[in-house]
């Protein structure tokens, strides 16, 4: 008889219980990924820290570090080193905030702007790569649940959940 398991089905922490192998197999996913798509990157000298803050440059215009460092999730001092690369490279510049003589804005250079298409374009073939097997059905539920882990209440380590539910 025929098991109707696949080989995703039978993972190496089976022993672990559900909640610690869901957290290390999105963990080890997210690692695995970060690594392709640094490496599919290096010809343009950034990597996947750089090239999201590009992209959300590119998205949303010229941003406040803080409000970058709140868009992407990271403290100030990562976010400063990432903007140090950037300005290195003349991909981004600060500029100072008219009406806040402390404050300045993230803008995006031509070259910058540049290298965000670029990325985009080895994001898409990174993504056929790491996800190109699954179903438009799987992969649309598992972007869906994705989406509902980041949404849930306690998804913020700054606001941990009930600890006592199940």
Do not use: C, W, Y
Not at 72 to 79: F, I, P, T
Not at 141 to 156: I, K, N, S
């Amino acid at each position: 008889m025929r098991s109707t398991r696949s080989p995703a089905d039978s993972a190496p922490l089976d022993f672990l219980p559900p909640d610690v192998a869901t957290g290390m197999l999105l963990s080890t996913v997210h690692r695995r990924s970060q690594k392709v798509f640094n490496e599919a990157l290096r010809p343009l000298g950034i990597e996947e820290r750089h090239f999201a803050t590009l992209a959300v440059l590119d998205g949303t215009g010229p941003l406040t570090q803080r409000r970058l460092a709140d868009l992407l999730d990271l403290d100030k001092s990562s976010l400063g080193r990432i903007v140090d690369d950037l300005e290195r490279q003349r991909l981004a510049e600060r500029r100072p905030l008219p009406g806040d003589r402390r404050a300045h804005a993230i803008h995006l250079t031509e070259q910058g702007r540049q290298h965000v298409r670029d990325g985009h374009r080895i994001a898409a073939q990174v993504g056929r790569h790491l996800f190109g097997h699954l179903s438009p059905r799987t992969r649309a539920a598992l972007d869906h649940a994705l989406r509902e882990v980041l949404a849930a209440p306690g998804a913020d380590p700054a606001t941990p959940g009930d600890e006592s539910r199940p």
